[in-house]
């Protein structure tokens, strides 16, 4: 079956260190996206690729750090200069093109040890 | 002002009410419009796309109207399971990609 896979489901992270989220679609498509989520609160973007080899900084880019490879995969790093890390993170991705529907991973949850 | 607003909520209803979710967005060049419905510790789920002539699928219309840059969701007969939040989706396409712009949710409950 086609869609977006998250992993892990659940993240602990000390202080000072860097971990790194996964996420990787099989729907083809060539737009993908990292979402934070606070309790509570909307999505909010971090980061967004259109094609491999270039992304975009979102509204809250300060503390991450992406690549894209190919096409599949997009991992996200949250670096220890974000200094509160705690989140629901959502991976997405959507084909070019209006209307854009975009799809969503399961989500990792990260917390602060 | 917030690019994409939602009612505030929660919104308890019983079981069996209809029930309407309004959304305005500020960007006049918004080109798509969605509803999605998130639940507790899960990712979003695409519930409708909306369209400016309004849309209906079962129990749930969805309305546009892009003078007053509104959209609108209705639920009716409304069951447990719809309890969730409901979030406004605009999406504009720009030289850098597809821009998708979230509203921070409305969240439902319908009690039995």
């Known amino acids: 079956d086609g869609g977006i896979t998250q992993s892990p489901k659940y993240l602990f992270r000390k202080e000072g260190q860097n971990v790194t989220l996964s996420c990787e679609q099989n729907l083809n498509h060539d737009a993908m996206y990292w979402y934070r989520q606070d309790p509570g609160q909307g999505l909010r973007l971090i980061y967004y690729s259109q094609i491999v080899n270039d992304f975009q900084k979102g509204d809250i880019a300060e503390g991450y750090s992406v690549s894209r490879e190919k096409k599949e995969s997009f991992p996200l790093t949250v670096t220890s200069a974000q200094k509160n890390p705690t989140a629901f993170y959502l991976c997405a991705s959507s084909m070019g093109g209006l209307p854009g529907k975009l799809f969503f991973g399961s989500g990792t949850q990260l917390s602060v040890l | 002002r917030k690019e994409v607003e939602q009612d505030p909520g929660p919104f308890n209803v019983p079981e069996g009410a209809t029930v309407a979710f309004n959304c305005t967005y500020s960007?006049?060049?918004?080109?798509?419009f969605f509803w999605y419905r998130q639940d507790c510790r899960k990712e979003p789920k695409l519930l409708m796309s909306v369209y400016s002539s309004g849309n209906e699928d079962g129990r749930f219309t969805a309305q546009l109207n892009r003078a007053s840059q509104y959209i609108s969701l209705l639920i009716r007969d409304s069951k447990l399971s719809d309890s969730a939040t409901y979030l406004c989706v605009v999406n504009m396409e720009g030289p850098d990609g597809q821009n998708f712009v979230f509203g921070p949710g409305t969240r439902l409950s319908v009690l039995p």
């Open positions: 960007n006049s060049a918004s080109q798509s």
